[in-house]
């Protein structure tokens, strides 16, 4: 159980909190050196949230209740990572400098909380599933579909059959074709993209596996999928340029997932990495 989660649970449920629930969560999110000396009711009387918005709050990012998330909070100080919630992905005319740190902290944060709120046996579920799978297929949109085609190129290399269609009508078409023994996994940041979602229940109706890559929280796609992994991602509210901190969390499950398939099966894995190696040098090298 980690116990350096309960800031970045809060900060994740903000899109999907209750209005009501929304004063207490800025609060924690803005004091949280005070929220951990706080009884509910303090909390309450500061923020303008009621009590029993509090509570519901707790529920909502999945903790068991105010002392519990007060544990987390005080693991996230000990830790010293307390990030600037009021991250702006652009700014105007930025110095070459700090404009390297920003970015490169983004993705090291979105990893680091990544790995707080991911539920490790859905991990380990997700990883048996694909290693017994006869067929694997990957769905995404936009950025999702990078990833998508990223772990394409993965997971064909140790022989895994698998597709990654850019094409929309090809992920569904596909999605029907799946059986029992195929997994389907949509990626999708909001859990929301619609094909993605069609192309998940027809594998489910199809009784293959299905596992969903989105953003922390309650969404549709995390919703009907047999397996749910969440990423977390300092994306700005107000300009998402090209989801860049979503995409490596997103990058880095994947790894996971492969990784963990590829150890499952090491001597063949390294059989095939080099031999696939082997032969790209000579159609590619040895022809330049």
Same mark, same amino acid.
Request: charged share 20%.
């Given at each position: 159980m980690k116990h350096n989660d309960g800031l970045v649970r809060i900060r994740e449920a903000l899109n999907i909190i209750k209005p009501a629930e929304k004063n207490a969560a800025h609060y924690i999110l803005k004091h949280p050196e005070e929220v951990v000396r706080l009884s509910v009711k303090e909390l309450s009387e500061r923020s303008g949230s009621s009590q029993a918005a509090i509570i519901r709050l707790c529920k909502s990012i999945g903790v068991?209740?105010? &002392?519990?998330? /007060?544990?987390?909070? $005080?693991?996230?100080?000990?830790?010293n990572e307390l990030y600037n919630y009021n991250y702006k992905e652009i700014s105007p005319d930025e110095k070459i400098n700090p404009l390297i740190e920003k970015v490169s902290q983004k993705n090291i944060q979105s990893i680091t909380e990544t790995l707080k709120i991911l539920n490790y046996e859905n991990v380990e579920r997700a990883i048996n599933a694909i290693n017994k799978s006869k067929r694997i297929d990957f769905y995404g949109a936009a950025a999702s579909q990078i990833i998508a085609l990223d772990a394409q190129q993965k997971f064909l290399r140790i022989n895994k059959h698998c597709t990654a269609y850019e094409d929309s009508h090809l992920q569904i078409t596909s999605s029907v074709t799946l059986t029992e023994e195929d997994v389907a996994i949509g990626i999708s940041y909001s859990g929301e993209t619609s094909h993605v979602l069609s192309a998940? &229940?027809?594998? /489910?109706?199809?009784? $293959?596996?299905?596992?969903?890559?989105?953003?922390?929280?309650?969404?549709?796609?995390?919703?009907?999928?047999?397996?749910?992994?969440?990423?977390?991602?300092?994306?700005?509210?107000?300009i998402r340029s090209a989801a860049t901190a979503s995409r490596i969390a997103q990058l880095n499950i994947i790894d996971i997932l492969f990784t963990g398939v590829a150890s499952r099966n090491y001597e063949s894995t390294i059989q095939y990495l080099n031999k696939t190696r082997e032969t790209l040098q000579k159609e590619f090298r040895d022809k330049g």
């Open positions: 068991t209740g105010y &002392q519990d998330l /007060k544990v987390r909070i $005080a693991g996230d100080l000990q830790t998940i &229940q027809n594998a /489910k109706d199809a009784n $293959a596996t299905t596992i969903s890559i989105t953003r922390y929280g309650k969404n549709p796609l995390a919703n009907i999928a047999d397996i749910a992994l969440h990423v977390s991602a300092t994306e700005s509210d107000t």
